[in-house]
Nanobody
């Protein structure tokens, strides 16, 4: 089992920045793939970014590439999403997720709201 708790959401003007945090606990995370997803009102949940806990290898959705950065703090068992140059279309509930080795994203946090005003 993996427990995930997100924080850091809020409201910001277009062009601003926010940093989301995800505190992870539970099973060994060293071989886990961590991810951030988001869901806007009336839309399906979509992939934002992933990172391998062991290697730090990252992958981003085209819509956030060069604006968002996913990172890990091993000492704190935390995953972060630094979001810069925010746009109104980034408004969504953001979710942290964990995928154990060989599995899909089975563990999810409760989500944190990000609102970007124009």
């Amino acid at each position: 089992q993996v427990q995930l708790v997100e924080s850091g959401g809020g409201e910001v003007q277009a062009g601003g920045s926010l940093r989301l945090s995800c505190a992870a606990s539970g099973r060994t995370l060293s071989s886990t793939r961590m991810g951030w997803f988001r869901q806007a009102p009336g839309k399906e949940r979509e992939f934002v970014a992933t990172i391998m806990w062991s290697s730090g290898r990252t992958l981003y959705a085209d819509s956030v590439k060069n604006r968002f950065t996913i990172s890990i703090d091993n000492a704190k068992n935390a995953v972060y999403l630094q979001m810069n140059s925010l746009k109104p279309e980034d408004t969504a509930v953001y979710y942290c997720a964990a995928a154990p080795p060989g599995s899909k994203f089975d563990y999810w946090g409760q989500g944190t709201q990000v609102t970007v005003s124009s």
